[in-house]
């Protein structure tokens, strides 16, 4: 009997899984648990979670007296709100994260994207105010974390070359990370996936068919980012990218097992 795997079965062993989370995973612990005990199981797979925490960060610049506005689905940043935002995110939210990941024996160590220059940023040119593009630079930093077997969770705060904070969608951020570690991704979100316009899921999804529903009002507001950015992903990676629901984190392992879960973005 044969030992050689195929390629496409060493890739699915070496690859490190990219998992973005955010929204209402983040408001409940029990939620966050139980994605932090499915990847616990994961003994030989290296893991990179990216979170936003866009809900935390309303709660705090509501209390600072400042109004949130959005478009296309993506915060408006002033400068203004950066010291804010960036407390939430690579702060509260990050700390908060990590210190759950630990409790549970996952050793994790949390992160922004600037550090260790792993991700450069440019400022957004869709008049978001501080809002950063992400780019891939350097993959040194998480090659060693990954390698000691510590979990990086990284959260979506970045820099622009002269220093400036910026910050990024986090579901942008999870793909530049992606490309970084030329790794798997799964973009989590609070729904089973993409709704077509009959209202019922997608089970896959391609660059044509999402501009026609966007285009329709079916694809709005968040979903809109993060099927962009899953597209942008699966394009340059040349495999699909799946978009699934954080309340089923068993799906992971079905994920590593070649299953489709979710919606898969299919690249053209």
Not at 87 to 103: D, E, F, H, P, R
Not at 109 to 120: F, H, P, Q, R, W
Not at 217 to 229: D, L, P, Q, S
Request: aromatic share 2%; net charge negative.
């Amino acid at each position: 009997m044969s030992n050689s795997f195929s390629t496409q079965e060493v890739e699915q062993i070496v690859k490190p899984l990219v998992i973005k989370i955010g929204g209402a995973i983040l408001e409940k612990e029990s939620a966050l648990s139980a994605l932090l005990a499915v990847i616990a199981t994961l003994k030989d797979k290296q893991v990179v979670l990216v979170h936003g925490g866009g809900c935390v960060v309303d709660e705090m610049l509501a209390q600072a007296g400042f109004t949130t506005e959005k478009k296309h689905g993506l915060r408006v940043t002033p400068k203004t709100q950066i010291p804010l935002i960036s407390g939430a995110l690579a702060g509260t939210v990050n700390k908060s994260i990590v210190a759950t990941a630990n409790s549970m024996s996952l050793t994790a160590v949390g992160l922004s994207l600037n550090d260790g220059e792993m991700i450069s940023c440019t400022l957004s040119t869709q008049d978001l105010g501080q809002v950063g593009i992400p780019q891939p630079k350097n993959s040194k930093l998480l090659n060693a974390l990954l390698q000691c077997e510590f979990l990086p969770v990284i959260s979506s705060i970045g820099a622009l070359d002269n220093g400036d904070l910026v910050n990024v969608n986090a579901d942008d951020a999870a793909v530049a990370i992606c490309q970084l570690l030329n790794a798997q991704l799964l973009l989590l979100t609070d729904v089973n996936g993409v709704k077509g316009a009959d209202g019922e899921y997608l089970t896959s999804l391609n660059g044509e068919e999402a501009d026609k529903l966007i285009e329709q009002g079916v694809i709005a507001g968040g979903m809109t980012a993060k099927v962009n950015a899953a597209l942008q992903a699966a394009q340059q990676l040349g495999r699909s990218i799946a978009v699934a629901s954080w309340q089923s984190p068993e799906q992971i392992t079905q994920l590593l097992d070649g299953q489709g879960i979710g919606t898969q973005i299919q690249p053209s």
